[in-house]
């Protein structure tokens, strides 16, 4: 291992909590063995209806009818200048990422959120990556739009705001996703990583549920030309 590779890790140790250490040590080790940088992994999606899937759904409806209770809102522009708007979703079940570049654990999911893209957008399905990251706003920007590039990114990001990040109860880190319905609801909370099938599962549940009640308005307002990504890490200040 190079200095520069222990002094990356020591940085990573230092900013995470004790609860995430564990975690973050055998990811770190990972990605050294293999070169500092190593490309995000992430399992690829189970077929539509596969028997886990069913069980993941059946372990999620006492969430699904219990709301978590707390409003989510976002006006913005992304990444590229564009308005970012929660209420241009009404519609579409919505899947929000609250993540940075920097996090080991956010990485690792941004492959199941571009499968999820690829697959479920067609039925219904929008998502949006609300960014933390280190220096000005416009650095910011810059290493998203290259993250997104590099990775494949099909779906829009913004840089959060503390204002925003503040309508979260009880935030613990990153990465936190949260899904809404057709209607904007928020349904469905997750703190930390979490496994393809558990995404999959949740996201299947309430784009049936929603048919049911809700009409689906065109996917041309949310779709964008974009550039070509449980143990969760301690919110950044910096």
Sequence with gaps: MTKEQHARARWL?????????????????????????????????????????????????????????????????????QPLRKRDFRGRVLLVDIWGTWCPPCRQEIPTFVA??????????????????????????????????SQGIPYPCGLLTRPMLAQVPDFVGFPTTLLFDRKGNLRLRFDGYHEPAVLQGAVEALLAESLKSTAMEPASTFTRDAAMPGGGIRKRDD
């Excluded at 479920?120 to 810059?142: D, F, K, M, S």
């Design 116 to 149: 999820l893209h690829e697959r479920y957008g067609p039925q219904g399905l929008a998502i949006v990556g609300l960014n933390q990251e280190r220096g000005t706003a416009e650095a910011g920007a810059q290493t998203v739009r290259a993250f997104r590039k």
């Design 13 to 81: 140790l230092k900013r995470s909590s004790t609860a995430c250490r564990i975690w973050l040590l055998g990811t770190v080790a990972g990605c050294l063995t293999s070169g500092w940088g190593c490309a995000p992994t992430g399992g690829p999606l189970l077929p539509e209806g596969a028997s886990r899937l069913a069980s993941v759904r059946g372990e999620l409806a006492g969430q699904l009818r219990t709301s978590p209770g707390f409003e989510f809102e976002f006006d913005l522009e992304d990444v590229l200048g």
